[in-house]
């Protein structure tokens, strides 16, 4: 009886054995499958990508880390001493090495994704003032008409390549959205994002110049993305008020969400909080804060990185808005069919 006994405990530690490898091994190819990794690769190894070995060392260990949910590692001092060599001496105050890295990393991923990138599914981006990376996903269709356009650009024949796009257009157009209800029809199913103007408070000369700079990023980098209607709240304008014209004109169907942003600007650094609302719940969706130097020539360059930010926040990989983004063109048919 004993000798059953230590046999049956022996096959369930057997059991037990296997399930643990299983399930480290489903972890371990759920991980190398992440299209995070897959995009941290495509661009390595593309030749265009322009960047010195040891950022590109950088790279890969601030994405990875990520990617293995240990991004609050990510710091100045873990990347000079795991990538750079650096020693447990290491003062970010006195040895710029990570800061100047990663404005290079920047310059360089700015760069590729400006040409050879265009069409990258996944884009990885490093956010001013942070070293933990951003994965702005990209609808297939952005991507096939990025790199369309990039191959007309550079095409040998002007006719083949304006034939090629029209077609492309014609085939995006077959896909149109089919939740979009028409202005007045209810049960439209979409998504409208109301993008409220940036308020001042404290109002002060730098806050309101920030804040209009910001208005102008924020339509750049989030007004433009696909899957979602963005309507502006001009200063003047209600939000109450808008929000049921939204109601109105796009129907009831119609998941709405609004942005509020704020800044205060206190000396040399600003703060900047912004909150995604449901407009019928009035739910906070998520709600973040931001804490910048402030450079008097440079508010230009703070607005657009706040609201990559933003944007990457709402739109990127896992973003609480993604899943418009990633949904929003199905294949549906035609009026005529």
Not at 84 to 103: E, K, L, Q, S
Not at 148 to 161: E, Q, T, Y
Not at 284 to 303: F, I, N, T, Y
């Amino acid at each position: 009886m004993m000798l059953q006994k230590k046999n049956t405990n022996e096959a369930g530690a057997r059991a037990t054995g296997k399930e643990v490898a299983l399930t480290r091994e489903t972890s371990s190819e759920k991980q190398a499958n992440d299209e995070r990794l897959l995009a941290l690769e495509r661009l390595l190894e593309n030749p265009e990508f322009r960047a010195s070995d040891r950022n590109k060392r950088f790279l890969r260990f601030v994405v990875e880390e990520t990617v293995a949910g240990r991004a609050d590692r990510i710091k100045a001092f873990t990347i000079a001493v795991d990538v750079f060599g650096r020693d447990a001496n290491f003062d970010a105050t006195v040895d710029p090495i990570v800061r100047i890295a990663a404005g290079q990393l920047r310059k360089s991923l700015r760069e590729y994704y400006a040409e050879a990138g265009q069409g990258d599914v996944v884009q990885i981006a490093i956010p001013l003032g942070a070293y933990v990376p951003t994965f702005d996903k990209r609808s297939s269709t952005s991507a096939f008409m990025s790199n369309l356009s990039r191959g007309f650009n550079k095409g040998p024949s002007l006719v083949a390549g304006a034939a090629l796009l029209a077609a492309a257009a014609l085939a995006v157009s077959t896909y149109a959205p089919v939740w979009l209800g028409q202005p007045g029809k209810s049960g439209g199913g979409g998504a409208v994002l109301l993008l409220d103007s940036a308020r001042a408070n404290p109002s002060s000369a730098d806050a309101t110049q920030l804040a209009n700079m910001l208005n102008d990023a924020l339509w750049l980098k989030v007004g433009r993305k696909e899957g979602i209607r963005s309507v502006g709240v001009r200063p003047e304008e209600k939000l109450d008020a808008v929000s049921a014209r939204v109601r109105e004109t796009y129907g009831a169907g119609s998941n709405v969400y609004e942005l509020l942003t704020s800044v205060q600007v206190e000396s040399d650094e600003v703060r900047i909080y912004w909150h995604l609302l449901d407009s019928d719940s009035r739910e906070v969706q998520v709600s973040a804060r931001m804490e910048e130097m402030l450079v008097p020539d440079a508010k230009g360059d703070l607005a657009d990185a706040i609201a990559s930010r933003v944007a990457a926040s709402l739109f990127g990989y896992e973003g609480v808005l993604a899943h418009y983004q990633a949904g929003a063109r199905v294949a549906a048919r035609s009026p005529e069919e």
